[in-house]
Nanobody, 122 residues
Framework: VQLQASGGGLVQAGGSLRLSCAAS????????MAWFRQAPGKEREFVAA???????LYSDSVKGRFTISRNHAQNTVYLQMNSLKPEDTAVYYC?????????????????WGQGTLVTVSS
């Protein structure tokens, strides 16, 4: 399985962006998909996760502003980011794992895509 993230860019504070992560190849093992992010000089942190049934989990820092969703037919997960803040600036990574538990721990994910850079200017 390969994950391809896209949609990053430069946006002003208060603006919106939508990230996409497309899974290709054998998609077995992608029943849970998630987004993580890593800001400059900081550790990678959990953003949001979604399982096959559509249940979701969000970090407190993005709850109410970001929405994770998925399109099963296109094997794609999205992250709609609204009301962006400068502190949301980071490289965003998509990840996947099998099973059904929504882990906020990056060590529980074994499939990773390349990152896409999101820069929010003040």
């Amino acid at each position: 399985v390969q994950l391809q993230a896209s949609g990053g860019g430069l946006v002003q504070a208060g603006g919106s962006l939508r990230l996409s992560c497309a899974a290709s190849g054998r998609t077995f093992g992608t029943s849970v998909m998630a987004w993580f992010r890593q800001a400059p000089g900081k550790e990678r942190e959990f953003v949001a996760a979604i399982r096959w049934s559509g249940d979701t989990l969000y970090s407190d820092s993005v709850k109410g502003r970001f929405t994770i969703s998925r399109n099963h037919a296109q094997n794609t997960v999205y992250l709609q980011m609204n009301s962006l803040k400068p502190e949301d600036t980071a490289v965003y990574y998509c990840a996947a794992r099998g099973g059904s538990f929504l882990y906020p721990d990056e060590n529980q994910y074994d499939i990773w895509g390349q990152g896409t850079l999101v820069t929010v200017s003040s």
